[in-house]
């Protein structure tokens, strides 16, 4: 029932005045007087509050002894009910204990902090339409991904610790198959569906050897830096079983070949003759001696130079272009989980970073 006094017409006019017609002293039906707060007014004046009053909109509490508070009628609400700020019923939002509970259920490892799905679907009920992605950066036992899962939502979920293979991908997975009963989903009525795209981020591609020059990262094997050297120069990566240097595509008639070699003249002479005049070939090679300019139809490039101009460094926004991630095959017996481990080091795949 109070409104600022401070900026504003009604603030300019307060400070030059030092009065205001909101300013006066309430009783309470139990009694107790009531003036507004330090800065403060009612919202009306005498006549209007009193006017409010008489028609029983005002609530004073209780039992008729607490500060008066205006009734609103849900009829009344524009675009719903603003949230409150504190959250303090346990029994609408759940405890950490819910969430352990709920953790257990599935049968997963215990996890120290999970958020009860109750206090996590609140939130995105608040701030997310179905549809909408939600990210959770630092994903532990993988609550915001089921609860956003449960709920029509997209979602991101981001892990360093084991926990990605201890808890979020068979949680995950049980909620697609429709055998995750607990939390949310009678109140969501969730039975089961979606799927989700699982990647292991890879070492960087490069790092500095003793004499701080960019060398390849050795947990590279040449598959990877060919597919990782294919992403960065915009090629398709499809290695041919029968022609060495066709690791990847752009065009029917523009290849890439990948290489930790040093390629000599004569080398370099022969993949240009096997290439031909009707089609092209980049070069992407540790090095080579001669004149790169002096073939036709190759472009010759020095690997670290290839990708150092590609990656970045130092940058306060890497903002990942989702709707550009590559579209997982379909597997064979998997129609509704779309679960494509990729990964360098433990699952076999192609690296991502
Ligand atoms: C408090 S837990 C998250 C709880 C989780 N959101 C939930 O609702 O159950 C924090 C998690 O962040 C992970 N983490 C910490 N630093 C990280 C980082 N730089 N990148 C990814 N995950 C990180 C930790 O391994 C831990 O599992």
Same mark, same amino acid.
């Given at each position: 029932m109070t409104i $600022?006094? /401070?900026?504003? #017409?009604? &603030?300019?006019?307060?400070?030059?005045? &030092?009065?205001? +017609?909101?300013? =006066?002293?309430?009783?309470?039906?139990?009694?107790?007087?009531?003036?507004?707060?330090?800065?403060?007014? %009612?919202?009306?004046?005498?006549?209007?509050? +009193? #006017?409010?009053?008489? +028609?029983?909109?005002? %609530? %004073? &509490?209780?039992?008729?002894?607490? #500060?008066?508070? !205006?009734?609103?009628f849900l009829?009344?609400?524009?675009? &719903?009910? !603003?949230?409150?700020?504190? %959250? #303090?019923?346990?029994?609408? =939002?759940?405890?950490?204990?819910?969430?352990?509970?709920?953790?257990?259920?599935?049968?997963?490892?215990?996890?120290?902090?999970?958020?009860?799905?109750? *206090? /996590?679907?609140? /939130? =995105?009920?608040?701030? $997310?339409?179905?549809?909408? *992605?939600? !990210?959770?950066?630092?994903?532990?036992?993988?609550?915001?991904?089921? /609860?956003?899962?449960?709920?029509?939502?997209?979602?991101?979920?981001v892990e360093l610790g084991e926990h990605c293979h201890t808890h979020i991908i068979p949680r995950l997975k049980k909620v697609i198959d429709g055998e995750d009963k607990g939390g949310i989903t009678d109140a969501v009525r969730w039975r089961g569906g979606g799927g989700f795209r699982y990647y292991h981020l890879a070492p960087s591609l490069l790092e500095k050897d003793k004499w701080g020059n960019w060398v390849i990262n050795k947990t590279y094997n040449p598959a990877m830096l060919a597919q990782a050297v294919c992403k960065l120069e915009g090629f398709t990566y499809a290695p041919s079983d029968t022609i060495y240097w066709r690791h990847g595509h752009s065009t029917e008639r523009d290849f890439i070949y990948v290489t930790t070699a040093n390629l000599s003249h004569g080398q370099l002479q022969q993949l240009s003759d096997e290439v031909g005049g009707e089609r092209s070939l980049l070069v992407v090679c540790s090095a080579f001696r001669g004149r790169k300019e002096g073939y036709a139809n190759l472009t010759v490039k020095k690997i670290p130079k290839a990708v150092l101009s590609r990656c970045e460094w130092g940058k306060d926004d890497y903002s990942l272009k989702v709707e550009n991630l590559p579209k997982a095959p379909p597997k064979p017996g998997q129609q509704r989980l779309e679960f494509e481990p990729t990964g360098h080091s433990r699952e076999s795949g192609n690296p991502v970073g």
């Amino acid at each position: 029932m109070t409104i $600022s006094l /401070v900026g504003g #017409a009604r &603030g300019r006019q307060f400070a030059k005045t &030092g009065k205001s +017609e909101n300013i =006066f002293e309430v009783t309470s039906p139990s009694g107790k007087k009531f003036w507004p707060t330090a800065n403060r007014c %009612w919202s009306r004046n005498p006549d209007g509050f +009193e #006017a409010l009053n008489r +028609e029983r909109r005002i %609530w %004073w &509490g209780p039992n008729g002894d607490r #500060a008066p508070r !205006l009734k609103m009628f849900l009829s009344e609400a524009e675009d &719903g009910i !603003l949230p409150t700020t504190l %959250w #303090a019923e346990a029994e609408l =939002f759940g405890l950490n204990q819910d969430g352990i509970r709920e953790i257990r259920a599935l049968g997963l490892p215990d996890f120290p902090t999970p958020k009860p799905k109750r *206090l /996590v679907q609140k /939130v =995105f009920e608040i701030g $997310s339409s179905p549809g909408d *992605l939600i !990210l959770d950066s630092f994903a532990g036992s993988g609550t915001t991904g089921a /609860v956003a899962h449960k709920m029509g939502r997209r979602w991101i979920m981001v892990e360093l610790g084991e926990h990605c293979h201890t808890h979020i991908i068979p949680r995950l997975k049980k909620v697609i198959d429709g055998e995750d009963k607990g939390g949310i989903t009678d109140a969501v009525r969730w039975r089961g569906g979606g799927g989700f795209r699982y990647y292991h981020l890879a070492p960087s591609l490069l790092e500095k050897d003793k004499w701080g020059n960019w060398v390849i990262n050795k947990t590279y094997n040449p598959a990877m830096l060919a597919q990782a050297v294919c992403k960065l120069e915009g090629f398709t990566y499809a290695p041919s079983d029968t022609i060495y240097w066709r690791h990847g595509h752009s065009t029917e008639r523009d290849f890439i070949y990948v290489t930790t070699a040093n390629l000599s003249h004569g080398q370099l002479q022969q993949l240009s003759d096997e290439v031909g005049g009707e089609r092209s070939l980049l070069v992407v090679c540790s090095a080579f001696r001669g004149r790169k300019e002096g073939y036709a139809n190759l472009t010759v490039k020095k690997i670290p130079k290839a990708v150092l101009s590609r990656c970045e460094w130092g940058k306060d926004d890497y903002s990942l272009k989702v709707e550009n991630l590559p579209k997982a095959p379909p597997k064979p017996g998997q129609q509704r989980l779309e679960f494509e481990p990729t990964g360098h080091s433990r699952e076999s795949g192609n690296p991502v970073g």
